[in-house]
Nanobody, 120 residues
Framework: QVQLAESGGGLVQPGGSLRLSCAAS?????IGWFRQFPGKEREGVSCISRFDGSTYVADSVQGRFTISRDNAKNTVYLQMNSLKTEDTAVYYC????????????????WGQGTQVTVSS
């Protein structure tokens, strides 16, 4: 059983930055970040492979969000820059023994989520 804990969410003004952290009790092959808007399905944001460091970023955040990892700490980070009001959502990290996928059901373990609010 992998336990995941997100942190780093909060309130930020448009154009600002936040860094989310996902601390895992142990790591699978990949950790991903997802977000969920009110009344919407959870969607993939970014993913990193623990095996070879390959990263994937959704088109909607390309050029603004960067994913990175610290394997020694079993922690994955999501650096979010140039935040927009439409980035407001609950952000979740997830772990899988498989490869990076945007399919929510392909992920084995989930954190409790952290709220990110972008507002002036």
């Amino acid at each position: 059983q992998v336990q995941l804990a997100e942190s780093g969410g909060g309130l930020v003004q448009p154009g600002g930055s936040l860094r989310l952290s996902c601390a895992a009790s142990q790591s699978g092959y990949a950790i991903g970040w997802f977000r969920q808007f009110p009344g919407k399905e959870r969607e993939g944001v970014s993913c990193i492979s623990r095996f070879d460091g390959s990263t994937y970023v959704a088109d909607s955040v390309q050029g603004r969000f960067t994913i990175s990892r610290d394997n020694a700490k079993n922690t994955v980070y999501l650096q979010m820059n140039s935040l927009k009001t439409e980035d407001t959502a609950v952000y979740y990290c997830a772990d899988t023994e498989g490869l990076c996928k945007w399919v929510v059901t392909a992920w084995d373990y989930w954190g409790q989520g952290t709220q990110v609010t972008v507002s002036s």
